[in-house]
């Protein structure tokens, strides 16, 4: 079976340009989550969904960052405009309930000059 | 926001050696999970414990979960290489609390087993 997949593996962009990150989590989950993973700040939870409705976005940074689920395969976390601070490896999981086994993509790492 | 700390943050042994990591909270959680993350991975789950004074074993690896639903610990016996890795638990807030219903990470810990 398919994991989640997330693309792009790696993004190298400069200051100030829009960044667009993809996941489609694995068929049949329920919850999509969108997570940020930092040495300094370890893994932070940005934004989830349940059945393709956002439910919590407190962790989502500011209003540069933004999330869609368009249908149940697919999901978008826009930045925009971004900045060198974004630099991180951004995750995304799948699960079949809130606090159930999260299953994880393989990560997009993010460098913005 | 419930806090988990991880310590040590770096463990760094040599093959069969034993090592304990340790993740403690000052709130209680109603469950919580262990993930082991490999370099350019992410994050997968080892297992969930859920009952105050668990106890569950993995092969070589052995989880508690604390009497009073705020710490845990793994302990892994005879370290193998292949144990390398980033360590992280994940607290599912308790009823009641403003983390309810969320997973809160840990910062992890970076286990090196040298051949």
């Known amino acids: 079976d398919a994991g989640v997949i997330q693309s792009p593996r790696h993004e190298v962009t400069e200051m100030g340009q829009e960044v667009t990150l993809r996941c489609k989590p694995i068929s049949g989950h329920d919850y999509l989550f969108w997570y940020r993973q930092t040495m300094m700040r370890g893994l932070e939870l940005l934004i989830y969904?349940?059945?393709?409705?956002?439910?919590?976005d407190s962790g989502m940074p500011e209003d540069r960052f933004s999330a869609k689920m368009p249908n149940a395969s697919f999901s978008t976390l826009k930045i925009q405009p971004s900045e060198p601070r974004d630099s991180a490896v951004y995750f995304c999981?799948?699960?079949?309930?809130?606090?159930?086994?999260?299953?994880f993509g393989e990560g997009s790492r993010l460098t913005v000059l | 926001t419930q806090l988990l700390e991880q310590s040590p943050q770096f463990l760094s042994i040599q093959e069969g050696e034993n090592l304990t990591v340790y993740c403690n909270s000052s709130s209680v959680f109603s469950s919580l999970q262990w993930y082991r993350q490999e370099p350019g991975e992410g994050p997968v789950l080892l297992v969930t414990?859920?009952?105050?004074?668990e106890v569950k074993k993995l092969k070589r690896l052995t989880f508690q979960f604390g009497d009073a639903r705020k710490d845990s610990s793994l302990h892994i016996t005879a370290a193998q290489p292949g144990d390398t890795g980033l360590y992280l638990c994940a607290g599912e807030g308790n009823a009641g609390g403003t983390s309810y219903g969320k997973l809160t990470f840990g910062q992890g810990t970076i286990l090196t087993v040298h051949p």
């Open positions: 969904f349940n059945n393709n409705v956002p439910i919590d």
């Open positions: 414990v859920v009952t105050g004074g």
């Open positions: 999981a799948s699960s079949l309930a809130k606090t159930g086994e999260l299953f």
